[in-house]
């Protein structure tokens, strides 16, 4: 697939699987066991391919995701809202989990995207290495840029394992971000409407002008 600007840049060298299963090997050695007994053995490739899995969004241009689109919506042009996906992605701090629900909005002018396309713009970043706050900012960007709709909304609650299960210790804390753009940055009523959909009261997230 073509890689536009919105896709990771690519590496000079890529590493090999080898390479990859050597540095798990070397990993596993390093937090002192031995990768050649008999239940370490099939590891390196095992991590590998859940690497494989974990960071499979470098491959994908999400503009590509968001390419056709439907006109034909009978004049269609209130607010369009999925919400509770729940994504998995990884901290680039710690390469840990970041689990949460993502909330995604937009108030089309002509064109509408097909809904499983929020769904899989959202893994195309999540499947990164990440912070949550560029997460959210990814995708508000290229679903505004791509469009070109009236306003974007996204919002996402997560739970970031570097935090919950090393370092400070806090199970239990989430993370909210947002990004607004368009008419839910400058319409306090659009904000209201869409926090209401997502079930949030609209006092935590304000506008961010
Ligand atoms: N803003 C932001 N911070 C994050 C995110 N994911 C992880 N972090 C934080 O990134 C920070 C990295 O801090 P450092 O001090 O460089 O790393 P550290 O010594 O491992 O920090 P501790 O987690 O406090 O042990 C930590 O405070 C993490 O909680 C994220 O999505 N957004
Ligand atoms: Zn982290």
């Known amino acids: 697939m073509a890689r536009s600007s919105k896709s990771a840049r690519p590496r000079a060298t890529r590493p090999t699987q080898t390479d990859a299963e050597d540095a798990v090997r070397t990993l596993i050695r390093w937090a002192g066991d031995d990768p050649a007994r008999e239940g370490l053995r099939e ?4 991590v590998a391919r859940a690497y494989k899995e974990f960071f499979r969004g470098y491959g ?19 607010m369009i809202v999925l919400k509770d996906m729940r994504f998995e992605s990884h901290c680039e701090h710690h390469m840990a989990a970041i ?4 909330h995604i909005a937009y108030l089309p002018s002509k064109r509408v995207v097909g809904i499983s396309k929020l769904a899989r713009l959202l893994d195309v970043y999540a499947k990164r290495l990440q912070i949550q706050e560029k997460l959210t900012a990814q995708i508000a960007n290229t679903l505004n840029d791509v469009l070109q709709p009236r306003g974007v909304a996204v919002v996402i609650d997560a739970s970031h394992q570097c935090m919950t299960t090393r370092g400070v210790h806090k199970p239990g804390t989430s993370m909210v971000t947002s990004r607004m753009l368009g008419a839910f940055r400058t319409d306090a009523s659009t ?10 009261p609209h006092g935590i997230i304000g506008s961010n002008t």
Not at 43 to 46: C, F, H, Q, V, Y
Not at 99 to 102: C, H, N, P
Request: without cysteine; glycine residues 8%.
């Open 99 to 102: 689990i949460g629900r993502a």
């Open 43 to 46: 590891t390196p490739a095992r």
């Open 60 to 78: 994908v241009d999400p503009v590509q995701v968001l390419k056709r689109t439907f006109e034909e919506t009978d004049g269609y042009d209130e």
């Open 191 to 200: 904000r209201r409407e869409f926090l209401a959909f997502i079930g949030m």
